[in-house]
């Protein structure tokens, strides 16, 4: 870290942090605003933080048995051809998949918290997992409940949901792939590198614990627990302070006006949104400008961005081709704002930060285009 006086990039922050303040202040009233900030920022932290942190110890008890019993060691035997060919990484990065699928984007660091998992990557490709599980965080979750809106409104929600998941996977191959391209970059490795690490020698073996299976079983799941821990304290900051920025220039305004109440924003996104319809429309469908603030919640949080459908359903402002695209942009970004910095930093991957965010963006907007245009496509048959 380099020492530097006061400079010009110290006034420009400075003017930025006023402006900032003062057009929200105008907007929502100086104490309102300052109430908003701090009300949001603890209902993340309870309802969101609190939440991943959850499920980074039930994963990380998972990746601790896994790797002391050698069921990573044969998930990347079995996965190796597949993960190979689709992401040019080891076959023990679809665990990381499969894991952050069937919980939240910080399962994947549980994971990497395992020597077992750690040991069956080279250097360059440690940061690709920071996008590869974020490219699948809270899938399960999304498409459960896009699914079950098929009770209560006409249309095929199976059918659009599989759309989204499948161009969900797309998008996670533009996004791992772009980061792999700059992480080879950073640390000087020639493009045709072999992803697949050579093991030898002690490489080849795993270590494991002393004791009876049931101590171990024990030992491994605490351990692996107490990493989720660390990962869950790890994430808080990005979640609190870019979730909340979000939440606040998002959401639109009280009926009765301002509180100072818990996620009450001043909906300048959606408002910008309706000029940028030309170019909505025909990447992703949107026949509603409402339709907008899902993959724009989606960037500080996929949870949160659920919640907005089954109102936009009852308004008019979305059909079931929307479900594919929300599905597959839900799954793709996952609120990766939210967590990519965390999940970079645990890594101690923190110089590639701004290229995983950039290749993850564009990876979230290419899901969702070959979601609209798939859909398109299976509906004229």
Request: aromatic fraction near 12%; charge should be neutral; hydrophobic fraction near 50%.
């Amino acid at each position: 870290m380099k020492k530097e006086s006061v400079t010009r990039e110290t006034y420009v922050v400075l003017s930025i942090f006023i402006l900032i303040f003062v057009v929200f202040s105008i907007e929502m009233g100086v104490a309102h605003f300052l109430s908003t900030l701090i009300q949001t920022g603890y209902y993340l932290l309870i309802n969101v933080a609190f939440w991943i942190m959850g499920v980074a110890v039930l994963t990380g008890a998972m990746a601790g048995v896994f790797s002391e019993f050698g069921i990573i060691a044969l998930f990347n035997k079995l996965l190796r051809p597949l993960i190979r060919f689709i992401y040019r990484l080891p076959g023990v990065a679809g665990i990381g998949a499969l894991s952050a699928y069937l919980s939240d984007n910080p399962a994947v660091i549980s994971l990497y918290k395992e020597r077992e998992f750690r040991k069956q990557f080279k250097d360059y490709q440690i940061p690709v997992l920071c996008n590869l599980g974020t490219s699948f965080g809270m899938g399960l979750v999304i498409a459960i409940t896009f699914m079950s809106l098929g009770q209560k409104y006409e249309g095929n929600f199976f059918l659009a949901t599989g759309v989204g998941v499948f161009a969900a996977i797309i998008g996670s191959i533009v996004s791992v792939r772009l980061l792999t391209y700059y992480a080879m970059k950073h640390y000087h490795i020639h493009e045709d590198d072999e992803p697949i690490k050579k093991a030898t020698g002690d490489g080849l073996l795993r270590e494991v614990r002393e004791g009876n299976a049931v101590n171990r079983l024990l030992e491994s799941a605490l351990d692996g627990g107490k990493n989720g821990v660390d990962i869950g304290i790890q994430i808080i900051p990005g979640i609190l302070i870019i979730s909340t920025f979000i939440i606040i220039i998002t959401n639109q305004p009280p009926v009765g006006g301002y509180t100072g109440a818990a996620l009450e924003g001043v909906g300048y996104l959606p408002a910008i949104g309706k000029h940028l319809m030309f170019i909505f429309k025909p990447l992703f469908g949107f026949d509603s400008p409402e339709a907008i603030a899902f993959p724009l919640t989606s960037l500080g949080s996929a949870g949160a961005a659920i919640g907005f459908v089954d109102e936009f359903f009852l308004q008019g402002y979305i059909d079931v081709k929307d479900i594919a695209v929300f599905t597959a942009i839900g799954t793709t970004w996952s609120g990766y704002l939210s967590t990519h910095v965390g999940m970079m930093d645990a890594l101690k991957s923190r110089a590639l930060t701004t290229k995983a965010i950039l290749a993850h963006t564009l990876g979230g907007l290419v899901s969702g285009v070959v979601a609209n245009y798939i859909f398109i496509v299976i509906t004229l048959f």
